[in-house]
């Protein structure tokens, strides 16, 4: 397994800015999780992909943020009109499609709204 | 919100002593999951539990899955240097194979010489 990978790890931008983050799971999962995490809390559920298809979205998640996965391998987190309260890890997780559940975390994309 | 209470928050140990922590909740789960996080990376996946009673082990962690399934337990023996990170334990919201986890808010773990 090559692991989760997140891309870019850090993003500085301005408050009402748009900026999108990628994810590439471990290559046989078929599915995906985004999480995010703020200082001193464990990870929050955002979103949850199937293959290609969302299937589970947090209250979390405003209409602000979208997330794709459009042929079941990559995914990517949208936020639109940033704010400074979206400062945060955003993490991605990918696990197998049957048995159990354990997830795989890839480093992260730390983002700051200035 | 989070449903999973850790305990302690933090703890400062010297390198070589025995460290246990434990995670518990309301709820009764069928798995438990620890993870460990250094700063500024993702949690990185330590022990799995699928079974109630179950104690599982990697290398000097050892991790116990409560016979309640609403608590679970990591120790860790003769602790070094590179134990030092936040420890979460987690588990999954629903009974199905496709669940999102929820996470407790963590055991900060410090090593001194």
């Known amino acids: 397994d090559t692991g989760v990978s997140q891309d ?10 748009n900026v999108t983050f990628r994810c590439d799971p471990i290559s046989e999962h078929n599915r995906l999780y985004w999480y995010r995490q703020t200082l001193g809390q464990g990870p929050e559920f ?3 992909f199937q293959n290609e298809a969302q299937l589970e979205k947090s209250r979390l ?8 996965r459009p042929k079941g391998s990559f995914s990517t ?29 890839g480093p992260g994309t730390r983002l700051t709204v200035l | 919100g989070q449903q999973l209470n850790q305990s302690p928050q933090s703890m400062f140990i010297q390198e070589g002593e025995d460290v246990s922590m434990n995670c518990t909740s309301s709820s009764i789960f069928n798995t438990w999951l620890w993870y460990k996080q250094d700063p ?5 996946l330590l022990i ?25 337990f990591l120790n860790i023996s003769a602790s070094i240097p590179s134990d030092v990170g936040i420890y979460f334990c987690a588990a999954p919201l629903n009974t ?8 407790g808010t963590g055991t900060r773990l410090q090593v001194t010489l």
């Open chain 2, 96 to 103: 199905g194979t496709a669940s999102k986890l929820t996470f």
């Open chain 1, 61 to 68: 998640l405003s209409d602000r943020f979208s997330a794709e």
């Open chain 1, 8 to 17: 870019p790890r850090h993003k500085i931008t301005k408050r009402g800015q």
């Open chain 2, 40 to 44: 500024g990376e993702g949690p990185v």
């Open chain 1, 46 to 48: 955002l979103t949850y």
């Open chain 2, 48 to 72: 799995a539990l699928y079974k109630a009673g179950e104690l599982t082990s990697n290398g000097r962690l050892t991790a116990q899955f409560g016979i309640t399934r609403k608590d679970s």
């Open chain 1, 77 to 105: 987190l949208e936020i639109q009109r940033t704010e400074q309260g979206d400062s945060a890890m955003y993490l991605c997780a990918s696990a197998r499609g049957s048995g159990r559940n354990e997830q795989f975390f």
